[in-house]
């Protein structure tokens, strides 16, 4: 079965830490990359997408994969408490116009 | 402009009723999506619409009954829920033609009584 696989926390770190959040995947044909970020009560924001081998920047976010290791997480710099949510991965595997979620990340940055 | 707008934000129904969820989005996306969300879960796909054409059903009851009049209106329509069916749902599109992030909208909140 394919699978996408996340820690499910809390990930606790303080205010101005790096939060590190991981995520590995079954099927070794998967393609595309994605993070989201989801507030309680509201739906899933995209913050990231990868697609090749090693990382992408974008402000205080880094998006790192390896698939050899099949695995892709996500850096947070600088945490802030408004960066308290969860964390969906979400990999599509090629081919096909859908995703599969990891079940999320809970990340809990302390003031 | 990455939005994708839904209506209603809550709805609130008994299971003999009928209503329809409503989504738009105006980013020329090609590829259109319905989930459903529980509570402390991921997303749970139920349809998508490629180009227009249903080209996933992930084996959702046929109380669920989704439409997509243009490329940039996508329904869903309900009937006959049941109280399990109660959850947040989501619809979301993506440019379509090999690229996939997917845009979501903010939501419908339903409750069936």
């Known amino acids: 079965q394919k699978e996408v696989e996340q820690n499910s926390g809390p990930l606790s770190v303080p205010e101005g830490a790096i939060a590190s959040l991981n995520c590995t995947y079954s099927?070794?044909?998967?393609?595309?990359f994605f993070w989201y970020r989801q507030y309680s009560g509201k739906s899933p924001e995209l913050i990231m997408f990868?697609?090749?081998?090693g990382d992408k920047e974008d402000g205080r976010f880094t998006a790192q994969l390896n698939k050899a290791s099949q695995y892709v997480s996500l850096l947070i710099r600088d945490s802030q408490p408004s960066d308290s949510a969860t964390y969906l991965c979400?990999?599509?595997?090629?081919?096909?116009?859908?995703?599969?979620f990891g079940t999320g990340t809970k990340l809990q940055v302390i003031p | 402009d990455t939005e994708v707008t839904q209506t209603p934000k809550h709805l609130v129904m008994g299971m003999t009723n009928k209503k329809s969820l409503k989504c738009e989005q105006h980013?020329?996306?090609?590829?259109m999506y319905w989930y459903k969300q529980k509570a402390k879960k991921p997303p749970e796909l139920m349809f998508v619409?490629?180009?227009?054409?249903?080209?996933i059903n992930e084996s959702v009851p046929s109380r669920f009954s989704p439409e997509c009049p243009n490329s940039s209106l996508l329904n869903l329509h309900l009937h006959a829920l049941q109280p399990e069916d109660s959850a947040l749902y989501l619809c979301?599109?993506?440019?379509?033609?090999?690229?996939?992030?997917?845009?979501f909208g903010p939501g419908t909140r339903l409750t069936v009584t």
């Open positions: 979301a599109s993506s440019p379509g033609q090999g690229v996939y992030e997917q845009y």
């Open positions: 099927d070794r044909g998967s393609q595309s």
């Open positions: 990868i697609y090749s081998n």
């Open positions: 979400a990999v599509n595997p090629g081919g096909y116009q859908k995703v599969t």
């Open positions: 980013m020329g996306h090609r590829a």
């Open positions: 619409y490629s180009y227009e054409k249903l080209s």
